[in-house]
């Protein structure tokens, strides 16, 4: 059994209340469940004030001990927590789970010292620990492809001034959200910068700019309703950055998303860890992948890279068919969308997600 220090128990206590995810008894089971501990989620005692309910939840994991040969149960509680603070805290925590060994394994492989021919290979099992999170390397050259078609949208009008994000779903079409922007005046007032991004050097790369076509606004939703707008661009910026399509396979609740985004209208980023589907009903997703303002109108991708929902808000928000409030994030899922268009515009959009015939330095940035 591990054994927290009294400064290192009290200041765990500290952070774990003060968690918007732990402030209410009613999220309290989905957080511990999210960490990986959904059998002692029944077992434990989350009602009272956070701090007391986070004294309880620490104090039943330090004494139930492992869960696994891997992780101790506290491991995994503290681990969950890292994904929701921010650096300061997220170094104390780190540092936690390195002092006491929270998330290492009871013993190391054992070495071999025998040729490689006589190794017993039963003895040198790799874990796959809940799903199998492996992907090729090529994942990570698609994702560029992929956030070359996402646009930082910066919007003035008269002395008011608003960004958000929004990317390309045909060579000269693109989507965002209605509450970034929604009405002619909007769009006429709005600029749309592809590239603007660092290089692996942290250097800003070369931003292109475009404006709005005459054709404007081709079709928009209210913000209480699907909130997208869909925005025609001139020069048709997708033959040069590329454009995104919807997925062909529905999501489903506990598969993974993947954002690029703009968030608080910093330089591109993207956010694929703590990225799982939480719910879906209505006409919305909701996840756990990680959002700022900013990020409003961003791609919801899944692992292939293809577009499953258009985010649109996060924070302590309703699942539309239960009424129950988590503090989550929430997209429009793009099969809504398209099926409000009408048809015209629907043929429109239902391309390949990048240019054919042409070499990689057609997709990326320069």
Do not use: C
């Not at 290192?8 to 774990?16: E, G, K, T, Y």
């Not at 608080?264 to 209505?282: E, V």
């Not at 791609?299 to 068919?321: F, K, M, N, Y």
Request: hydrophobic share 40%.
């Amino acid at each position: 059994m591990v054994e927290l220090s009294p400064e290192h128990r009290s200041a765990l206590i500290a952070v774990l209340k003060e968690l918007p995810e732990f402030a209410r008894e009613v999220d309290r089971g989905e957080f511990v469940r999210n960490a990986g501990l959904t059998q002692l989620a029944a077992h434990i005692d989350l009602s009272g004030s956070p701090y007391v309910a986070a004294s309880r939840l620490v104090t039943h994991a330090l004494a139930y001990g492992r869960v696994s040969p891997e992780h101790e149960a506290l491991g995994r509680i503290v681990n969950e927590m890292t994904l929701l603070v921010g650096v300061t805290q997220r170094a104390l925590l780190t540092g936690i789970l390195d002092r006491y060994s929270l998330m290492v394994p009871v013993a190391a492989q054992p070495e071999p010292n025998r040729d490689l021919i006589d190794w017993d290979i039963t003895r040198f099992q790799e874990k796959i620990i809940g799903e199998n999170t492996l992907r090729p390397v090529s994942f990570l050259a698609e994702g560029l492809r992929a956030a070359a078609a996402v646009a930082y949208v910066e919007t003035k009008v008269g002395r008011r001034s608003w960004s958000g994000t929004g990317f390309l779903i045909a060579p000269g079409i693109l989507l965002t959200n209605h509450h970034v922007i929604g009405d002619d005046e909007q769009v006429r007032g709005s600029v749309f910068r592809f590239g603007f991004e660092d290089d692996a050097a942290g250097r800003a790369r070369p931003v292109s700019e475009y404006r709005a076509a005459k054709s404007g606004l081709l079709r928009t939703s209210p913000a209480d309703e699907l909130d997208y707008s869909l925005i025609a661009i001139e020069g048709e910026p997708g033959r040069k950055w590329g454009w995104l399509s919807a997925s062909k396979t529905p999501p489903q609740t506990g598969s993974r998303v993947n954002i690029v985004q703009h968030p608080a209208g910093l330089p591109k980023q993207i956010a694929i860890q703590h990225n799982r589907i939480t719910y879906q009903g209505g006409d919305v997703m909701q996840y756990l992948t990680s959002t700022l303002p900013g990020s409003s109108g961003s791609p919801v991708l899944d692992d292939h890279w293809q577009v499953v929902a258009i985010h649109h808000s996060g924070g302590r928000i309703p699942e539309p068919t239960t009424g129950r409030f988590f503090y989550r994030n929430e997209g429009i899922l793009l099969s809504s969308v398209l099926a409000h268009l009408p048809s015209e515009l629907r043929g429109q959009i239902n391309v390949p997600l990048f240019i054919r015939g042409g070499s990689d330095d057609d997709y990326l940035p320069a």
